[in-house]
């Protein structure tokens, strides 16, 4: 294995393919053979469980007991009688953890081979258990595991059958019967041959046929010491029998804990096929996983595999259509993507490789971050392989979308990604929104065009193998997985690759793929590969550690915001409550809300506590567990309402009641909501707080007291009581409660009045009494006041008494019957609430609460008064209520017990009213009773008052406000106008009013026809939009309101609102998301959209944005490229159909063109020189040589005629020279009668001798540049080491290894050539290993301070110009040679000769040998625009160096240090087009140093002129006397100053040229 992977990038999918048969698929381990297999035969087998336990859901055991049936069980006393039961479904009565790998009843097995083996730390086996869990999905490595084996576990099975004598063989018993029933769940039959030579019987016969089965099974239990899991192992065929033969119980497959919940059956579990599991879907090896325990992985998981696609349910698939540059519509993120310093608020999935947030991201052209344009810094990209992709033939891009609780399959993903994370970045992390895309066998661009074949056609015709690279790797495919997960406040991206499957990391005309994200430009990160050739090899670094995945994982959020912050501890509290209340919160058995503030404060069951100004909410004091959170307005329009929206002042569940539980309260509730609501994120509060309401609320039942006494019962019966005693007000008919109260004698008035009250139980008793004018409390005998009025309530137990307000106190107990006491005039008055769930249980001086007043007036001994009723019979059934000394409450603290049945009131329908002025009652009965009773008027105006605020108190709380009805949201489109309906209904008949809180908005109108209403608005602009109120007032002044949540659709230029992306806001007003049209964007579509943004122009273009509405942007296209506008790839140019570029052959290349010259000719500067062949040996003539115009010919001498191949000589008849002549073996011609010897071409003829003898070619120096080898009548050239022969078989070109080497790479980074940290330097004729720029040698140490800093530029001296060189460098002009560009020069020049000197000798100007140079000083003089070359702008400078203890450095260490480090120069942006001295040999002086500095160097045309200037005169004289004038001109121009050098040479055609000398170009063999 390890020999495979050393060569993984040659051997990649053998690889692969030996890994997914180590590994095998899901489902498919195999059983496990024994190491060092324990094989025992005392049972039960007691196996230690590892030095920390083996953990079993939430416990941890340190022994597993082995049993013969098939289970293993982890308690000595139930493996003890383990064998007493028989199998049955989980969960499990008997025992506590079992598992069940097959059980079977314990009395069937007859025999059994039982062993296991035990393995830890580093071992093969472990490993493939540990791949074969990971391989379904989950996240795992074990480190101890236990593998127990079942073998033959044999069971006999005998059936009897009575056949035939006559039909019977007289041998052995036989068998063809199905076992089906009788012990094997699998039907297999199980036969035997009867032999050939049985005899038949007459008589029939029972014959019984016994054979035996056997099951072979396995289990595994493993454990990293917190996760465990078991793995039951079956091989098909080999589980034969499935019960006994004495039980109906067929073999169970699960297991099973004593926690609730935790167990499993095998869905074939107890079934008759059971013992199919073993064949489950037609494989030989089958396996049941299950998760034991779960705890926290660990940190060796370094490893996350593809997550599984269309595998969730109730998550949908998104499949990008096929295309080329596109992206997927938006992905709205719920609750927001934080991104940097940014909350991202939608994705986009591009072709191409990328998932951007934002907007589209269509650029196809890859780039390490943060890009070099503009528009591409300022995008948020999350890049898993950006490059450009194309499926528009094949391959496929998908995604998913999960988020915590829409199921629990999304929750599983969430939480198995979340936890990989955290191992990986060492951070707490819990995700909440997760998007999960593939790119599955995408192909690089263009493979889905039908046409790039032809597209492509030049270079088939031009560069065949350029070809054959193109269309081999466009067949190849990339698969890889991209995760971006958040949690509200840290969000992360995770990368996931497939060793082998990213087979192409471009497709040869574009940059490598760039893996990393950026954030705006401002945050940013690039993979160390992004950009290299060995990019895909990001997908094996994990090879060598046999593991076939790799991950990326980077943080995309910053930790400094503080709203970030906050949105953290809400996550927090969120994730808290789920944990601490896993199941949604369950609202069916908490008593709804009062429907009004009136009904809240006449319902003591409601305590109110809380108060913020414009709102007072309530709570049930009586639940201790889960209660409402009641809130109502208390705002003028709408008081009294009650709140039911979702914001901080809306209501909503309580988990604590702050009544019994405040600190809870604040923490969890009240804490929770603030904290979220306070951001915005109310949304997430109500998630877990469902908002309150009050369908089902049903009002209590009141009876009420005042004055003297008078009474209304429960019924609403009323009637006046004078007593004197202790009576029953009310009592339940069980016993469980009672309400009593003591009356005693006015002064010497002739009524009398409550004087105290006792309501409970004896258990729980709060007793009022009066004294002095105030009220004092006790519970259960124990005065409270002062607890009372020191903190306004008092509880315990189920009673609370509260402090109303300085005169009045409620008491309520938890069975929903309260009061409110208080005093009037001095007498005290009280209102009783009963709930409605009490009726027809009550008796005494309230009535016979049920509905009906007649029967209220019951005695105790359930006589009832009816008729006529005086009086004095009231005062008879009164008295029949006093409290008897078994029911008495009242306690010695408030009095002893008083009883007078003989005390006889003034009754009131027997007043005299004589004399008395009783206009101040204004009739009202209970007022003039008093009056006369107490002889004080006073009293009666206070009781009739009293009586009157509570009836008008009474009728509110019976009142129910009106219902307003409609849609929770409104769309309020700007620019429109937009209409919300809702209606009022109202069951109390009073009528009712209905507007907007805050009056009709502006551009607003409402509409009421019969109680629908219609509200039209037609906001201006979004400022006008604010959160609306609509509210219905009934004539009580109850008032229902209804608060739509509302929507601003402020879409311009055609844009279209969306509902995804919204969010909750504390305004109750939401801007809607606008899906703009292409010309536009922006949160309303109201900015023109930058079409740059989706269009790449290149490096070398500008891209303009087209104004809206026009759609995208143009391209100001590079030379030799044209943009059609639609396809954002620029396509080339062929300037070969302009058949004037070129003066021969016009070569189309990607961008350019070449100019090429026919056959014969070479290229000399541009211009197609004919190639002498007769000169450079190119010609092969036996005689004569004759140079054409583009080619050659052979002619012969005189006397000889050319053969019929054109080459060689034959004497022609008419010269044959006689026999007997001098030339033999020569050649011979008589010509005129004379003998002639002639030699063939590469002879020469040896006058003395006149013999031929070889002419040695390479006695002239411009035969060959380097080495010539002398042939016999001929020649060969070669060249030196480091160089190459060209076509002309004599020129010599220097070799650039370093080009041709290999780039660095980082997993390998020695190359061939240098060792790290060594580099390749191109020097003429060779390559040099350097140490990088600010390193010396041998060692590449650090040059300490190096590079020095560089003074300013100055004009040069004479050294310093003699040592100067000129510099031609392209694509800059003058205007974008910044000063930035000159240090960067400047710099890299100084450090190119730093490194060049420190590892060989260079020269000074005044000729001396240095070594390591430390140069202080680069300058750059007469910089100017020079000739464009291939439409690309140059300039031309001069260059010169110093250095320390160096001064002038030689201008030939410049040049050569420059030279050999071009390539440093291309890498860093410089693009050199030509370097040559100033220093020459012979050089002409033409104009001033100051004077050429400025002047653009001539074109060749403009080189003619110069001369033709100086000799116009002399243009049609002879060609000698022009060469004169030329040497003339010459010796002048020799003595004039200057620094432009020129140098005449003499071309074959007779014209004469001036060329820039270079040291490279100048040709010493050439003589003038």
């Known amino acids: 294995m390890r020999s495979i992977l050393c060569c993984k990038k040659q051997n990649m999918l053998l690889w692969i393919l030996i890994f ?48 013969r049936n098939g289970i293993i069980l982890f308690n000595e006393c139930e493996a003890s009688v383990a064998s007493d039961y028989e199998p049955q479904v989980f969960p499990s009565d008997e025992f506590s953890y079992v598992l069940a790998p097959f059980w079977v009843s314990d009395d069937s097995v007859e025999n059994v081979e039982l062993s296991y083996d035990v393995y830890s730390g580093a071992s093969a086996t472990l490993d493939s258990v540990n791949r074969f869990i990971v391989g379904t999905g989950r996240y795992f490595k074990g480190t101890w595991m236990l593998v127990t084996r079942w073998n033959k576990m044999a069971h006999t099975v005998c059936n009897t059958t009575t056949v035939a004598r006559s039909n019977v063989s007289s041998c052995s018993s036989y068998s063809n019967q199905s076992d089906s029933g009788n012990g094997s769940g699998n039907g297999t039959n199980h036969n035997e041959t009867e032999p050939s030579n049985c005899t038949s019987h007459p008589s029939d016969i029972a014959i019984t046929i016994c054979y035996t089965l056997e099951n072979t099974f396995q289990a595994i239990l493993i454990t990293n010491g917190q996760d465990s899991y078991a793995v039951y192992l079956y091989e098909c065929g080999l589980l034969q029998w499935i019960r006994g033969n004495d039980t109906n119980n067929n073999a169970i497959v699960g297991y099973s804990t004593p926690e609730q919940g935790r167990f499993k059956n095998h869905p074939l579990s107890g079934s008759s096929n059971v013992g199919q599991i073993a064949c489950n879907n037609s494989r030989q090896w089958n396996s049941v996983l299950y998760e034991l325990a779960t705890g926290t992985l660990l940190q060796g998981l370094d490893y996350l595999p593809f997550l599984p696609l269309r595998n969730t349910s109730g998550v949908s698939t998104t ?43 269509y650029f196809y052209y890859p780039q390490p971050f943060p890009t070099w344009w503009y528009w591409g810094r300022r995008n948020y990209i999350v890049a898993p392989y950006w490059n450009d992709h194309d499926t528009r033939r094949s391959g496929s891009i998908s995604f998913e979308v999960h988020q915590l609780g829409a199921n629990s399959a999304s929750s599983e993903l969430l939480n198995n990604v979340s936890r990989f994370i955290e191992i990986k970045k060492g951070v707490s992390f819990s995700g909440r929104w997760m998007a999960v895309v593939q790119w599955d066998s995408v192909h690089p661009y263009p493979h889905g065009s039908y046409w790039w074949w032809s597209w492509y056609y030049y270079y088939f015709y031009y560069y065949y193998y350029y070809y054959y690279q193109l269309s081999s790797v466009l067949q190849k495919t990339n698969t890889y997985q991209a995760i971006v997960i958040t949690d509200g406040i840290q969000s992360y991206t995770v990368f996931t690759y497939y060793c082998g499957r990213l087979e192409w990391s471009t497709n040869t005309f574009e940059p490598f793929s760039t893996v990393g994200y950026n954030s705006g430009g401002q945050f940013y990160e690039n993979h160390p590969f992004t950009g290299h050739p060995f990019v895909n090899d990001i997908a094996c670094v994990n090879a060598e550690r046999q593991v076939a995945w790799s991950n990326v994982v980077y943080k995309l959020s910053l930790d400094s915001d503080v709203l970030q912050q906050i949105r953290a501890r809400c996550i927090r509290q969120y994730q808290t409550d789920v944990t601490l209340f896993p199941s949604e919160p369950k609202v069916n058995n908490v008593p709804p809300c009062p429907c009004s503030i009136w009904q809240a404060f006449w319902n003591w069951q409601f305590w109110f506590f809380e108060y913020t100004g414009d709102s007072y909410c309530a709570v049930q004091w009586s639940s201790q567990g889960k209660s409402w959170r009641c ?77 003297d006494p008078h009474i209304t019962t429960l019924d609403g019966r009323g009637y006046t009581f004078n007593g004197w005693g202790e009576y029953t007000l009310l009592r339940l008919n069980d016993s469980s409660f009672f309400f009593q109260g003591r009356m005693a004698p006015i002064g010497n008035a002739s009524g009398t009045q409550f004087s105290a009250f006792a309501m409970g139980h004896p258990n729980s008793t709060v007793e009022m009494m009066t004294d002095g004018g105030q009220l004092i409390f006790f519970y259960n005998g124990t005065n409270i006041t002062d607890n009372l009025i020191q903190n306004a309530n008092f509880s315990y137990n189920d009673a609370l008494v509260l402090k109303n307000n300085s005169n009045s106190y409620i008491v309520s107990f938890s069975n929903g019957i309260g009061a409110v006491f208080s005093l009037s005039a001095g007498l005290p008055n009280f209102v009783l609430s009963i709930p409605s769930s009490l009726r027809a249980h009550t008796s005494g001086l309230l009535g016979n609460f049920n509905g009906y007043q007649t029967d209220d007036l019951m005695f105790p001994n359930n006589t009832v008064l009816t008729g006529s009723v005086t009086d004095r019979m009231i005062h008879a059934f009164g008295q029949s209520w006093q409290v008897s000394c078994m029911e008495r409450l009242f306690s010695n603290a408030t009095g002893q017990p008083v009883s007078h049945p003989e005390y006889v009131p003034l009754f009131a329908d027997e007043l005299n009213t004589t004399g008395k002025n009783t206009s101040a009652c204004r009739g009202d009965a209970s007022c003039i009773y008093d009056y006369i009773a107490t002889g004080r008027l006073e009293v009666g105006v206070a009781s009739m008052g009293v009586n009157t605020t509570i009836m008008q108190a009474l009728d509110l709380a019976s009142n129910f406000p009106p219902v307003v009805n409609g849609s929770d949201t409104f769309v309020v489109t700007i620019g429109a106008t937009s209409v919300y309906s809702f ?100 949160g309303f579509c109201d900015t023109d959209a930058d079409g740059c943004v989706s269009l790449y122009c290149g490096d070398e273009s500008t891209c303009y944005d087209l104004p809206a509405p026009l759609v995208g942007a143009e391209c100001s296209c590079p030379p030799g490229y044209v943009h059609n506008g639609t396809d954002p790839k620029f396509q080339d140019i062929n300037e070969c159909q302009n058949l004037s570029l070129c003066s021969q052959l016009c070569v189309n290349t990607d961008g350019s063109y070449q100019c090429d010259c026919f056959n014969g000719y070479s290229d000399v500067q541009g211009v197609c020189k004919d190639i002498n062949e007769c000169l450079n040996g190119m010609a092969s003539c036996h005689q004569v040589c004759v140079n054409d115009v583009g080619s050659y010919h052979c002619a012969c001498f005189t006397g000889f005629e050319l053969n019929a191949d054109n080459t060689t000589c034959s004497v022609s008849p008419r010269s044959e020279c006689p026999s007997n002549n001098n030339c033999s073996p020569n050649l011979c011609a008589l010509i005129n009668g004379s003998t002639h010897c002639q030699c063939t071409y590469g002879y020469t003829l040896d006058n003395t001798t006149r013999q031929c003898v070889d002419y040695n070619e390479c006695s002239k120096p411009e035969t060959c540049d380097h080495n010539c080898t002398n042939l016999n009548g001929s020649y060969s050239c070669s060249c030196l080491d480091g160089y190459t022969l060209q076509e002309d078989g004599r020129t010599c070109a220097d070799i650039d290894e370093c080009v041709l080497n290999a780039r660095l790479t980082v997993l390998e980074y020695n190359s061939t050539l240098c060792i790290t940290p060594h580099v390749c330097i191109n020097i003429i004729g060779s390559y040099e290993c350097a140490c990088p720029p600010g390193t010396v040698k041998p060692n590449c140490s650090v040059l300490q301070g190096s590079p020095p800093p560089l003074s300013s530029p100055r004009p040069p001296s004479a050294s310093e110009l003699a040592n100067s060189f000129n510099m031609t460098i392209c694509g800059l002009s003058v205007n974008t040679f910044s000063d930035t560009l000159k240090v960067k020069l400047r710099t890299l020049t100084a450090n190119v000769i730093q490194q060049y000197c420190s590892n060989r000798t260079c020269n000074t100007s005044t000729g001396n040998s240095i070594g390591q140079v430390d140069v202080t000083s680069v300058h750059l003089f007469g910089i100017a625009s020079t000739t464009s070359y291939r439409g690309k702008d140059c300039i031309a400078m001069q260059v010169y160096a110093t250095g320390t203890q160096a001064g002038v450095l030689a201008v030939s260490t410049l040049s050569s240090a420059v030279q050999a480090s071009s390539s440093l120069y291309i890498d860093s942006g410089f693009s050199v087009l030509k370097l040559s001295s100033l220093s020459l040999s012979v050089s002409l002086s033409t104009v001033p140093t100051a004077t050429m500095a400025t002047t653009t160097p001539p074109k060749p045309a403009q080189k003619f002129s110069i001369v033709g200037a100086a000799v116009g005169i002399t243009l049609g004289v002879c060609v000698p006397l022009l060469i004169l004038f030329g040497i003339i001109l010459a010796s002048y121009l020799l003595k004039a100053k200057g620094t432009a050098k020129v140098m005449v040479m003499p071309m074959k055609d007779g014209d004469v040229s001036l060329l820039p000398h270079s040291k490279w170009q100048y040709d010493e063999t050439s003589k003038l």
Not at 23 to 42: C, D, H, M, R, Y
Request: hydrophobic share 35%.
């Open 631 to 707: 809130c109502y307005s208390l705002q003028f329009t709408t008081w009294g309402a009650l709140l039911l929206t979702k914001d901080d002042k809306g209501s909503s569940l309580l988990l604590y009641n702050p009544f019994w539980d405040y600190l809870s309260y604040k923490t969890y509730d009240e804490g929770f909501r603030d904290l979220c609501c306070g951001i915005g994120w109310c949304d997430l509060y109500y998630e877990r707080r469902p908002v309150a309401t009050c369908s089902g609320y049903v009002q209590p039942f009141w009876a009420r007291m005042w004055g």
């Open 983 to 1082: 209606s009022v209904t109202d069951d109390s008949g009073l009528g009712t009013h209905a507007s907007v809180v805050g009056g009709i908005p502006r551009a607003g109108n409402l509409t009421n026809i019969s109680n629908a209403f219609t509200f039209s608005w037609n906001p201006a602009t979004t400022e006008d939009v604010y959160g609306l109120t609509f509210y219905a007032t009934d004539l009580l002044g109850a008032t229902g309101i209804l608060r739509p949540k509302v929507y601003v659709c402020s879409c311009l230029n055609g844009g279209n609102c969306t509902w995804e992306g919204t969010f909750s806001s504390i305004r109750n007003v939401t801007t809607m998301q606008c899906n703009c049209p292409p010309a536009w964007e922006g």
């Open 20 to 67: 997914c048969i180590l590994t095998k698929v899901k489902g498919q381990l195999e059983f496990i053979g024994p190491k060092n297999a324990t094989n025992v035969s005392s049972l039960p087998i007691a196996i230690p469980l590892g030095t920390s336990g083996f953990p079993l859901g939430k416990n941890r055991s340190n022994m597993a007991y082995l049993m």
């Open 319 to 361: 499949n990008l259509w096929p295309g080329d540059d596109e992206n997927s519509g938006p992905i709205y993120i719920n609750g927001g993507f934080p991104f940097g310093e940014t909350i991202q608020r939608v994705a986009y999935v591009g072709i191409n490789g990328i998932v951007s947030f934002g907007q589209p991201w």
